[in-house]
């Protein structure tokens, strides 16, 4: 039996934009990886200017705390110890905020979260 893992995504924004009542959360499907293989997350629907945020990544795997992964603004980026596995970039054209993780391993089962600052 081969070992799976298993990813899921949730976009969540922290504040609401000026001009905007509300925001609506959308999660994606859950999608079940095999270790080694990889997957890139996507966060849109922004509404504003993608250079004037400050982006996030976060993660909580079962049982488990929230866990920062990389944050990016002005394509300046950091990130904590997947660094080597995991790339945050943004698109200008749809202000969009991709999270591209490769050679996945079990312990990277968790739901994952995209955050932005407060405006």
């Known amino acids: 039996l081969k ?19 509300g925001q ?4 994606s499907e859950a999608v079940v990886k095999r270790p080694g293989e990889s997957h890139r997350l ?6 504003i200017h993608i250079q004037q945020l400050w982006m996030a990544w976060v993660r909580q795997a079962p049982g488990k705390g929230l866990e920062f992964i990389a944050n990016i603004r002005h394509d300046s980026a950091s990130s904590n110890s ?9 698109t ?3 202000s969009s905020c991709y999270l591209q993780m490769n050679s996945l391993k079990t312990e990277d089962t ?10």
């Open 92 to 94: 200008t054209a749809d």
């Open 42 to 47: 996507t966060c849109s629907g922004l509404w």
């Open 24 to 27: 609506t959360l959308t999660q």
């Open 110 to 119: 968790a739901v994952y979260y995209c955050a932005r600052d407060p405006q």
């Open 3 to 21: 070992s799976l893992l298993k990813v899921s995504h949730l976009m969540v924004f922290f504040s609401v934009s000026s001009g905007v009542d």
């Open 82 to 90: 997947v660094r080597s596995r995991f790339t945050i970039s943004e």
